[in-house]
């Protein structure tokens, strides 16, 4: 193989990142079943991670998932969470209810409290109560 074939083809990654992304904004978590997670991130372009990255998770369940996430995603793509979120459209693994999903909000920087604690008061003030906070 030459050195030109071995590289990866980065405008066929990017094309299927921007497809992977434009379905994603327009599913619905609750009618989703060929993959296992839906994401969304700020429209603008925001910062990427550190290597301290953070979660809150908001366990919830199939028939209020699609009503929750639809706040959690209007709300990520506005800039007002961290640098993605996402929904499961399956239980995850600690889950054992077949109807229970979770929603991830995650945070560039699990050490930074100040952005942690501004993330955890915008999904209050939009009326999800996150259930725990974990580094990932």
Do not use: C, F
């Not at 929603?103 to 993330?119: K, N």
């Amino acid at each position: 193989m030459t050195e030109e074939q071995a590289k990866p083809n980065l405008d066929l990654i990017q094309m299927v990142q921007r497809a992977r992304m434009q379905h994603d904004r327009e599913a619905q978590p609750s009618e989703v079943s060929g993959v296992y997670w839906i994401e969304s991130k700020p429209l603008a372009d925001t910062p990427p991670p550190t290597a301290q990255a953070g979660e809150w998770l908001i366990e919830t369940t199939v028939s209020a998932v699609d009503a929750l996430w639809g706040r959690v995603k209007a709300a990520t793509e506005a800039g007002e969470l961290g640098y993605k979120s996402k929904v499961s459209t399956a239980p995850a693994k600690y889950q054992t209810e077949p109807d229970a999903r979770v929603i991830v909000a995650r945070t560039r920087d699990a050490d930074d409290a100040a952005d942690v604690a501004r993330v955890e008061a915008r999904l209050r003030a939009l009326g999800i109560v996150p259930t725990r906070y974990e580094r990932i």
